[in-house]
Nanobody
């Protein structure tokens, strides 16, 4: 089992920044990828970014490329999502997820563990 706890969400104005954190515990050594997803009411969960635990290779959705940065601290079993130049359309609940599989994927159904989510609200 892997437990994930997100933090760092909040209210920010357009153009502002936030950093989300995801602290992982349990059998984290068995997971290969960590991802961030987001969801708004009535919509499916949307891929935002992912990172591999081992080599730190990163992947981004087109909508956040150049504005968001995913990183990890292996010693702390923590993954971060730095969000810059935030826009109102970034408003969502952001979820951290862990994946056992060896291949990168943007599909939420291919992730095995999820955090409880943290709200990010960007005011215009």
């Amino acid at each position: 089992q892997v437990q994930l706890v997100e933090s760092g969400g909040g209210l920010v104005q357009t153009g502002g920044s936030l950093r989300l954190s995801c602290a992982a515990s349990g059998r984290t050594f068995s997971t290969n990828f960590m991802g961030w997803f987001r969801q708004t009411p009535g919509k499916e969960r949307e891929f935002v970014a992912a990172i591999s635990w081992s080599v730190g290779r990163t992947y981004y959705a087109d909508s956040v490329q150049g504005r968001f940065t995913i990183s990890r601290d292996n010693a702390k079993n923590t993954v971060y999502l730095r969000m810059n130049n935030l826009k109102p359309e970034d408003t969502a609940v952001y979820y951290c997820a862990a994946r056992y599989g060896l291949r990168y994927t943007t599909l939420s159904t291919n992730y095995d563990y999820w955090g409880q989510g943290t709200q990010v609200t960007v005011s215009s």
